[in-house]
């Protein structure tokens, strides 16, 4: 399972992040995972304590934020969501070139920490 070193990489950045602001305690991290990658939020859930075991992160609740994903259309600069309704073509123009601009990968959001 991929989502294992998923979680073990945000746990480590958002720990260096904690500690570089003196935190002894982090409540919650919260993360946005985009609707285009393969990770499942579920196994994310299941691996989190497992990955803040001994750490100041222990017992911190994760949340997961799924991240729609957005094209930016080559042949009219229109950003959408692609979807069947619109057969994944841009709904502006009916151009099926774009860039995804939005929705890829995973990243920290949010540490919520107490001192
Ligand atoms: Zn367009």
Not at 39 to 60: D, N
Not at 99 to 114: F, P, T, V
């Amino acid at each position: 399972m991929h989502e294992m070193s998923y979680v073990v990489r945000f746990v480590s950045l958002a720990l260096d992040r904690a500690k570089e602001s003196g935190a002894s305690e982090v409540r919650s991290l919260t993360v946005s995972v985009g609707e285009m990658t393969d990770i499942v939020p579920e196994y994310l859930y299941r691996y989190y304590p497992e990955a803040v075991k001994g750490t100041i992160m222990e017992g911190s609740e994760l949340k997961v934020e799924v991240v729609p994903v957005k094209i930016r259309c080559a042949g009219c600069g229109e950003t959408y969501h692609p979807d069947r309704s619109n057969a994944y073509s841009c709904p502006f123009c009916g151009g099926s070139k774009g860039e995804i601009c939005q929705g890829r990968g995973m990243s920290l959001k949010e540490l919520e920490i107490s001192s």
